[in-house]
């Protein structure tokens, strides 16, 4: 056990959190901002550090990300300014930003969050999109909630 906690100590040593995104990482700037194959001109924001490891895993999304460090919350008492919200601002007001993609959790507090951040980001010339909500892949329609049930058809869109 000894050399393995020793290993382990020496990497959350060196731990560190990326100045642009807020990923935690070894490097400052982090491994996918100092990527040059990523897209900079898309941008996806996501409440947490765990969050933007999930997505990334997927390789689904080419550009780089924006971690807010939270979501609103009247009930735990966090206000804009606890999150680094001027900070995505201030990124998509530097310009070079086509897409800014929220990544919000489909939770009350993180759908507010994204509302706020959609009001924020309104007067930039940007593409403003956000995560649909429906039915998981190998959901089945009589498991799914109401809520997840109600996203799904309101998010519904042409055959084909
Ligand atoms: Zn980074």
Same mark, same amino acid.
Request: proline share 17%; glycine share 14%.
């Given at each position: 056990m000894e050399p393995l906690l020793r290993a382990l100590e020496a990497v959350n040593e060196r731990l560190v959190t990326c100045h642009l995104c807020g990923n935690v990482d070894? !490097? #400052? *700037?982090c491994g996918i901002c100092a990527d040059? &194959? &990523? #897209? *900079?001109?898309a941008l996806c924001v996501v409440e947490d550090v765990s969050d933007l490891w999930a997505l990334d895993k997927s390789r689904l999304f080419p550009g780089r990300f924006h971690v807010l460090g939270g979501r609103l919350s009247a009930l735990d008492g !966090? &206000? *804009? @300014?606890?999150?680094t919200i001027d900070g995505l601002v201030a990124r998509v007001e530097?310009?070079?930003?086509d897409e800014v993609v929220l990544?919000?959790?489909?939770t009350l507090e993180g759908q507010t969050t994204a509302h706020y951040l959609a009001e924020r980001l309104e007067r930039f010339p940007i593409r403003l999109t956000q995560l649909a909500h429906g039915v *998981?892949?190998?959901? @089945?329609l009589d498991y799914l909630d109401e809520g997840t049930l109600a996203q799904a058809l309101r998010a519904r869109r042409p055959v084909g």
């Open positions: 070894t !490097v #400052d *700037p040059p &194959r &990523r #897209d *900079p001109r !966090v &206000r *804009p @300014e606890d999150l530097a310009g070079g930003i990544a919000m959790n489909a *998981p892949v190998g959901g @089945e």
